[in-house]
């Protein structure tokens, strides 16, 4: 179990590792190219300051030499004076005497300040030597001058013992090699820092260089990835939008021919409706009303009941009539669309008291059967929801039949006056009569548009293809009243009822 659980610690820690390699790379890379940086800053210090000490060195170096050529241009100036005994070169003497003063307090400072405890010590002994110089020069000048010089620029002449020149001269040789040695040691560390901050700026260009082939190799893996995945996506879309619309032509071919099917199922059931059970009921009906007859006078009371059961045969051949107009209307099969359009409309202004305005063609126009069902169809839930739903005062339903040389269209227009239909009613998914008659409409490669109506009410479009050869009028009528089409008022009984899907 440990070897498992190490395992597993294992898997997981190189499976963030390889995720996170990137990011660790990145992050090492920063580090790396930080402390390079550093590392190049304190160079460039080190660096200005070795060539500091280095030029210092060199110009202490300098003025060493500076005073030891002043020490022999004093002895010179001292020599002449001897020979000619003028005053000019007594003169020259102390001005030069004043130089290598000013000369010393330079050094002595420098000496104070950056030199070693050895170092300021010879320093200071040649210092001490210098000045018992000068002044043994000035008493010796003084000496042997014919008159009193004034020797006051050789400053402090009292001292009275002698330096030896050799010693000197060795000293200041030692304190300038010194010196030499000190700029050279200054030029060699920075020069070995100009080669560190060399080799660190190559390395860091070449991290850099490394880490942008890198990082622009693995944008293009990315990018190329990316592609490849879009691809794919696209190409997957493209799959489930052609899957998509199979599906939705199937679905579209089986709702039709389901509607085709419960068509002639609602066909062939009206058929037997009025062919075997009207037989029967009107058969019966003759039976009954002869019995009736035959008791009228000797048997009252069984005529009377034989009386009501021809007012229930009636009633069930009246029902009989209903459900076969409901399935398959006679109206629609004998007469056309336009009148079965204009009882329909009759029929539902009588019970709902409504005012029609019909906008119907004046003469009947022939239809392929499947367009004048669906349009009847669509026709019949439009005033169905209309009575359900609309409290409507005013129905307005409209036919148009538009031919061209390739073909043409017929439109219906069903307009009301009620509360109007909401949007969320447009969007819901169980309101079967909407979807039913946009299903039929799509079936036959029409357009169904249902909306609010201006100012209210609803107001429903539908337009389905039709064929020029099937049709007797290439335009419209003008529209008819409800009077003017029917010939009966929205009081008036007609025998053909308000059909249900």
């Known amino acids: 179990m440990p070897d498992v659980a190490e395992a597993g610690l294992a898997s997981r820690l190189s499976g963030w590792m390889h995720r996170r390699s990137w990011a660790i790379a990145m992050t090492v890379a920063i580090v790396i190219t930080c402390g390079g940086l550093v590392i190049l800053e304190t160079a460039r210090q080190r660096i200005a300051s070795e060539y500091e000490a280095a030029l210092e060195a060199r110009g202490v170096s300098m003025q060493l030499s500076d005073l030891d050529g002043q020490l022999a241009q004093l002895r ?14 007594a003169r020259s003497y102390c001005a030069s005497a004043a130089v290598i003063r000013r000369t010393i307090r330079s050094l002595d400072a420098w000496f104070t300040r950056a030199a070693d405890g050895v170092e300021r010590a010879s320093f200071t002994q040649i210092a001490a030597l210098i000045d018992a110089r000068i002044g ?28 030896d020149a050799s010693l000197v001269t060795g000293t200041l040789s030692l ?74 032509r199937q679905l579209e071919a089986l709702g039709w021919h389901l509607q085709a099917v419960s068509e002639n199922e609602k066909t062939q059931l009206a058929r037997e409706l009025h062919d075997e059970l009207g037989a029967i009921l009107t058969a019966s009906k003759m039976d009954v009303a002869w019995a009736r007859r035959k008791l009228q006078d000797t048997e009252p009371a069984i005529a009377e009941k034989l009386a009501r059961a021809l007012e229930t045969l009636d009633q069930g051949i009246a029902l009989k009539r209903r459900i076969i107009e409901d399935m398959r209307p006679t109206v629609l099969a004998t007469f056309g669309l336009v ?87 447009l969007t819901r998914t169980h309101t079967h009569g909407l979807m039913g008659m946009r299903q039929r409409v799509a079936a036959r490669g029409g357009r169904f548009d249902i909306r609010r109506g201006d100012p209210r009410g609803t107001d429903i479009r539908v337009v389905l293809p039709v064929a020029n050869t099937g049709a007797t009028s290439a335009e419209s009528g003008e529209g008819r009243s409800a009077d003017e089409a029917g010939g009966r008022a929205p009081g008036q009984h007609t025998d053909a009822p308000v059909g249900r899907l």
């Not at 700029?183 to 260089?209: C, P, W």
């Not at 003469?363 to 069902?373: A, N």
């Not at 739903?389 to 005013?394: F, G, I, K, L, N």
């Open 339 to 425: 009148t079965a359009l204009r009882t329909l409309a009759d029929e539902a202004a009588q019970r709902n008291g409504w005012v029609l305005d019909l906008q119907l063609p004046a003469d009947d126009i022939q239809l392929d059967e499947q367009t004048e069902i669906a349009l009847f169809r669509v026709a019949q839930e439009s005033l169905t929801n209309a009575a359900k739903y609309a409290r409507a005062t005013q129905l307005t339903i409209g036919l148009t039949v538009l031919l061209t040389a390739g073909g043409g269209e017929v439109s219906l227009h069903i307009a009301d006056n009620g509360i109007g239909i909401t949007p969320a009613d």
């Open 175 to 248: 304190l300038r090699d010194n010196e030499e040695r000190r700029a050279q040691r200054a030029l060699d560390a920075s020069r070995a820092d100009q080669r560190v901050s060399t080799l660190v700026a190559a390395g860091l260009s070449a991290l850099n260089i490394v880490l942008f082939i890198l990082l622009f190799r693995n944008l293009g893996i990315e990018i190329d990835r990316q592609a490849r995945a879009q691809k794919q996506l696209i190409t997957q879309q493209e799959e489930l939008d052609q899957l998509v619309n199979e599906r939705t």
């Open 76 to 89: 010179s100036h001292e020599s002449a004076f001897l020979l000619t005994k003028r005053d000019g070169d």
């Open 136 to 163: 043994s020069g000035a008493q010796a000048l003084q000496q042997a001058s014919p008159h009193r010089l004034d020797l006051a620029a050789c400053g402090d002449v009292t001292a009275s013992s002698t330096a």
